[in-house]
């Protein structure tokens, strides 16, 4: 298959790139503020730029800015929802316009699109949350409206936070040079929905195949843990200790309205269509996903 993908460079895209590449895929990134290849995204036009004789029979969208790089300020809150939803809209006007369009588009969305709460579980059958996280969701989602439109099978990838050491939570989690954890974060009961980079890869390559599937899937171990029992599990992953614990006002003050949104409340979410797809999760628990992925971190 020939395979467009977006956000190429990061964490998952990187992974999800490489791991088609050994599968006998031809993996296409879509270079950003530069014309060098078939495939190219303009920022400041907004436009999406796909060579109609190179033939897509997939794409994969994971363009987004990362919601915790900075402070958040109402500059920044534009930045989170434009950077997902102007160029996945870009994107797929593109795909509408092609005369052969790809068979599917898995776009990235993030399990914020269910808001948060302390005790209630969410699945895809959820309804959408109201915070500011929920919202972009919500209209992340709604931008592959034209892809839809003109057939082309679409899937949103709900992902929960995604455990490698390359990347993302582990490694802001993990001291310099392994020295040991960060201290559990206020009060350490809030709920973090999970799933191992491994296994979110192992999805999105089974969805490629699924012609039946569409709509959206929650990418998560189906196993919740608090936020003390991630610190913990991860220290002794590592042989480490952990430094004291980090009360909810200093979280608040180090990290202002994202601490609110996304630091200290609880996000328990599973998936009821992962099983739809036959697959059989590698890390179903945090202890054998962590233990297993820092193996080869730590000497």
């Not at 956000?7 to 791991?19: D, E, F, H, N, P």
């Not at 588009?105 to 914020?112: D, E, F, P, V």
């Not at 972009?136 to 455990?163: D, Q, Y």
Request: aromatic share 6%; net charge positive; glycine share 8%.
């Amino acid at each position: 298959m020939n395979i467009l993908i977006t956000g190429s460079s990061g964490l998952i895209g990187t992974a999800i790139s490489s791991k088609l590449r050994k599968d006998g895929h031809t993996v296409f990134p879509l270079l950003r503020n530069q014309k060098k290849g078939p495939h190219y995204y303009i920022q400041e036009k907004n436009h999406v730029h796909l060579d109609s004789s190179t033939s897509l029979d997939a794409v994969i969208n994971l363009a987004g800015s990362n919601i915790s790089q900075k402070r958040w300020n109402q500059k920044i809150k534009l930045d989170i929802l434009e950077s997902r939803t102007k160029t996945t809209q870009a994107l797929c006007l593109a795909l509408a316009e092609l005369p052969k369009k790809p068979q599917i588009l898995l776009s990235a969305s993030a399990i914020g699109y269910y808001g948060t709460h302390p005790t209630e579980t969410f699945s895809e059958f959820s309804s959408a949350g109201d915070d500011f996280l929920a919202k972009v969701a919500v209209e992340w989602e709604k931008s592959t409206a034209m892809a839809e439109e003109v057939g082309i099978r679409t899937c949103h990838l709900r992902f929960g936070l995604v455990l490698s050491p390359d990347g993302g939570l582990i490694k802001n989690l993990l001291l310099p040079f392994r020295l040991g954890t960060v201290g559990i974060i206020g009060s350490g009961t809030q709920m973090i929905s999970w799933i191992s980079l491994v296994d979110a890869v192992n999805i999105m390559t089974r969805l490629l195949g699924e012609s039946s599937f569409s709509g959206p899937i929650n990418l998560v171990s189906n196993q919740p843990c608090s936020n003390r029992e991630l610190v913990k599990v991860l220290s002794s992953a590592i042989s480490r200790p952990a430094l004291p614990q980090i009360p909810s006002g200093i979280v608040k003050f180090m990290f202002g309205e994202m601490a609110d949104a996304a630091l200290l409340p609880s996000s328990q979410v599973i998936s009821e269509r992962v099983k739809d797809l036959g697959l059989d999760l590698k890390h179903k628990t945090l202890k054998k996903c962590l233990s297993q992925i820092m193996q080869t971190q730590i000497n």
